[in-house]
């Protein structure tokens, strides 16, 4: 008990550097440390805000533990049936195609033999979840899982990049028969790495997710590789001649510069360099060039983490980076973009230094903009989970009144497969993304505006309940509506 609390007198102290932008939440439950662990959020009851699932360990002791977000930084764990799990990776989604969140994860399971597992959990609405898939697999010692439709039939299908506990590194495809039942795809053939990340997302602006991986190839880490692997929309994938430097690390994808393409964003070393902070430029066709004109700080991959979301509420993805420095030290560092995708270090985001942890941005009180969930081990050697709120205003009024904007969205809240905008401005700038809790775009949609009569309806049929933000940007303004979809 004194541990913890001088943990938190000292997060506290510390958290007093922050800016004015974020400021530290103490939560009613002491979060559980994240420590080789991950965290991923959803609305798992259906109560319109998100709740947060963390795994890891505390003194090599591993926990698996799901918080009940009853709003005002209250955290209620909840009974769950779990496995403890190390050297995870864990990803919420609807993979029975009933509208509510269930749980895919991977890891080391704490027991004797120390066994990897791939599990899956359904959701039955409430927050109950039952257990679906248990396997002992080769499941990866250190791999990615990420959930996405690759074949187009409206479910959600699973991709896993590591390397097996016998010591072979792999992609692997898991195709989904719409109940949430996953069967290996024998005739997938791709090249996996190890020590690296795994990003599903349309690259080449086809309307397709794409495959993304970046890590080693070989067991020492000293031949990094990049894989990128075109979707032909059925789920067939073929790899670019697009020429990517790989290394160990951190990647994240986002619209950087604002041209409406993904870019990449790598944290980690190439080879056997020093650790680097590296962005991708992105053509449009998935054509990469390394961009030149930032200097960020690197820090080693399998010290830290990266979140790359809006930190200072002006609608670009800032960046953020925690963990082990070239110097051997611990250290945080916030970027702030101006929209063009020039970097500038921002002082007055300060957090305090860490190694060995995860980082989630995600709207905890439901305002409109990011908050930031993180935790690993301290420089004082204490294990941690905190919450940061976000206090900065948004550039584009979010939740305004029809009188203000004269923007309709109907109906909403919504349990029907479609949503109807009104009243937009027509202009060939006209753009309408729709956007979760945890600030990711979920869905893009392409205006033909000489089609329009002040009004579009969207498909939102593949959207779990909770809370999301629909982003309409016109000629001159940009506005951000809340939008709750039902199971």
Partial sequence: MKKLSFLTLTLISISSLCAQNFSQTVPSTLLKSVFRGDMDVADIDGDQDLDVLVTGAVEDVPHTTLYRNDGNSIFKVVPAPFNFI???????????????????????KFSFNGDYVFEVYTNDGTGSFSLLTSKN????????????DVDNDNDLDLIINGITTGEDIFLRFFINDSDGNFQLDTNSNLAG?????LILADMNNDGSDDIFVIGSSDLELLNGVAYLYLNDGQGNFQESDSIIDGGAGVAKAADIDGDDDLDIIFSG???????????????????????LSNNLDGLYWDDGDMAVFDANNDQHPDIFLGGMSSFGINASYMYINDGSGNFSKSPEMFFFDFNSGKFLPFDFDNDGDQDLMFGGVSTFGMYFTQLFM??????????????????????NPSSTNFITINRLELSEDLKISIIDGKGQTVTDIKIDTTSLSEKVDIDVTHLIGGIYFIKIEESNRVIMEKFVRQN
């Fill in 193 to 197: 790495t190890r020590a690296g990340s």
């Fill in 390 to 411: 976000n206090n900065g205003t948004t550039t584009s009024s979010v939740n305004p009144s029809p009188v203000e904007d004269g923007i309709s969205i109907y109906p």
């Fill in 86 to 108: 190390v050297d995870s990776d864990i990803e919420f989604g609807d993979i029975d195609g009933d509208g509510d969140a269930d749980l895919v994860m991977i890891g080391k």
């Fill in 137 to 148: 697999l080769n499941i990866p010692e250190q791999g990615n899982l990420k959930l996405g």
């Fill in 269 to 291: 070393k190439y080879n056997s360099g020093q650790p680097t902070t590296s962005i991708l430029l992105n053509d449009g066709l998935g054509e990469f060039t390394r961009d």
